[in-house]
């Protein structure tokens, strides 16, 4: 009897278990999760030590891994942060919202340039606002700011679904740090200067001959070249000489409180940001974007952290922001919001080779993966790290080698926010939380299409059945030197004209054999060559055609400074300001 007893005891209690279990996790994806979502500027997959690496100490995204799961074939839209950025916020290729260049401006040059994100684009933001989220943005907008005057505002995160923003329209560039060689339009600025210097010494030649009778010249003509070489000089100057104050400025949602920014304090602002919006927002649901500035140049990086890491100062900011990712969990551990938050980290792109200062390496490193930052072909431009983690719905310790893509976050913050997708455009990302929950167990992407501005360099095609990863290259960059891996010398490698190669037949290889990309296959080493150039070749063809044509956000005349547009905190061009003081405890 009693054995009777304990039997019967035994199964009600599994069963109540199984029962509540069910019923926690259905509760769980029923109810609307937090989300917060990571984004790291410029950083490496090989990196972090999830993605192997075993030098630079990244413990707390190696804990999300841990805790969750990691993507290992992650892919961004574009190898650059304006297009890779619009792609994401959209899940749509840049070249459908404009965002894509076809020419040498690829990103966003100013904070007064015209172009951005078109107010007729609906990012996840703007969904998530709609199913009752507060939404915010702390950190790298990179977007645009204004239209048509300093304060319209229409390509603002404001205009774009964030109820809350505080951080850096723009990016952070050397400009934005005293004592570093410029950044911005380099090669342009130096052929400027070299024009400045011609007049000046024109000018001088003209009134020394005129002055001594040497040259017979009316003091017009010389007065009128004098004039028009300074309205030359200030054209020019007065944009490139200031990008500190131009470019690098903190706001708080319109208003400008930093200019220019004071990077010794940038990152505990950021964080103490984070934070508060976490607090302010407990009872939720809330959409928090952290869009780090690390770790892009000039990595400026604060005093606790200089000289800690075996990697230089490219190690010390990537420590210092997965430090950052801590104190932000910390947070939501605090407020008893870790089981009730869907969290994600990933990579706008590759990380930067060319940046270098004599021989320290200032970019990061992409594994084995070849190419990297504006490579839009080669996997190491591409290629980034993604981590999710949601306690007691996706499972822990899981690694995923299906093809993926940042544009599939867009689908998928609005599939567990409850939302429906836009139903009058192409959305080009997968809702990802059947393959995240083990659900599914193959990608849903056949075809990914790898733009180098509007350009097509590469396609990759999933072939399901075999597991097969074929990757055709149309274009590839010529490296410089030859053989370098890199654009050495040119800051990064371009989209189009004499530095780059046209394939024809395309360079292919097979992903899931080769991923470094080191042996192109030809018809004499694959059978399958010419099956699979066909195949990809229609699906360009296919793809093409559901594209229409849009303003190019970043066309010459929206990428040009226009000081009518420059958000300022003062009376323009008197635009400097403090209002942050010391207020950076967290």
Known sequence: VILLCFRRYLITALTSCLFWNTFGLSAAMDSKPNILLFLADDLGIGDIGCYGNNTIRTPNIDRLAREGVRLTQHIAAAPLCTPSRAAFLTGRYPIRSGMASSNRYRALQWNAGSGGLPANETTFA????????????????????????????????????FDYFYGMPFTLLNNCQENKPPELDVALQAKLWVYSQIITLAVLTLTAGKLTGLISIRWKIIACFTLVGGLFFISWYSSYGFVQYWNCILMRNHDVTEQPMRLERTASLMLKEAVSFIKRNRHGPFLLFVSFLHVHTPLFTTAKFLGKSRHGLYGDNVEEMDWMVGKILDSLDKEGLKNHTFTYFASDHGGHLEAQDGSAQLGGWNGIYKGGKGMAGWEGGIRVPGVFRWPGVLPSGTVIDEPTSLMDIYPTVVHLAGGILPQDRVIDGRNLVPLLRGRAQKSEHEFLFHYC???????????????????????????????????????ICP????????????????????????????????PLFDTVIRKIGRAVEEHRRTLTPVPEQLSLYNAVWKPWLQPCCGTFPFCWCDKEGDSTQV
Do not use: M
């Open 126 to 161: 703007r969904l998530l606002q709609q199913q009752g989220y507060t939404t915010g943005l702390i950190g790298k907008w990179h977007q645009g700011v204004n239209c048509e005057s300093f304060n319209d505002h229409c390509h603002h995160p404001l205009n774009h679904g």
């Open 453 to 491: 501005g509007s350009y097509l360099h590469a396609v990759r095609w999933y072939q399901k059945d075999s597991g097969a990863i074929w990757k055709a290259h149309y274009v590839t960059p010529i490296f410089h030197p030859p053989g370098a891996g890199a654009c050495y010398g040119k800051g």
């Open 495 to 526: 989209c189009f004209g004499e530095g780059v190669t046209h394939h024809d037949p395309p360079l292919l290889f097979d992903l899931s054999r080769d991923p470094s990309e080191a042996k192109p296959l030809s018809a004499d080493t694959e």
